[in-house]
Nanobody
Framework: QVRLVESGGGLVQAGGSLRLSCAAS????????MGWFRQAPGKDREFVAA?????RYAESVKGRFTVSRDNAKNTVYLQMNSLKPEDTAVYFC?????????????????WGQGTQVTVSS
């Protein structure tokens, strides 16, 4: 079974940057999609970004966040720039056994445990 481990979260001031990493182990598929989701207190988990055959971003982060992957390391990254207080959430990485990028939480097969990102103002 695929195991996903996020890292790189922390406390940062508004306007700052963070880079999250998600390392995947276990069996992986060449057509897989790696996605990022986030969940703030009292809110549903929401789509942030994903990379498969294409890349896709939530409108709230487009132009500020960049998703990338290093296939040799089985790792996906989320570079977050110009952070805002509303970006504060637990960020989760997820994997899907298809290269077709989708945005629904129910469409992903594996999940990491999350890493906290807190943006102060």
């Amino acid at each position: 079974q695929v195991r996903l481990v996020e890292s790189g979260g922390g406390l940062v001031q508004a306007g700052g940057s963070l880079r999250l990493s998600c390392a995947a182990s276990g069996r992986t598929f060449s057509t897989s999609t790696m996605g990022w989701f986030r969940q703030a207190p009292g809110k549903d988990r929401e789509f942030v970004a994903a990379i498969g055959w294409t890349t896709r971003y939530a409108e709230s982060v487009k132009g500020r966040f960049t998703v990338s992957r290093d296939n040799a390391k089985n790792t996906v990254y989320l570079q977050m720039n110009s952070l805002k207080p509303e970006d504060t959430a637990v960020y989760f990485c997820a994997a899907r056994n298809s290269g077709l990028v989708v945005v629904g939480t129910g469409d992903y097969d594996y999940w990491g445990q999350g890493t906290q990102v807190t943006v102060s103002s």
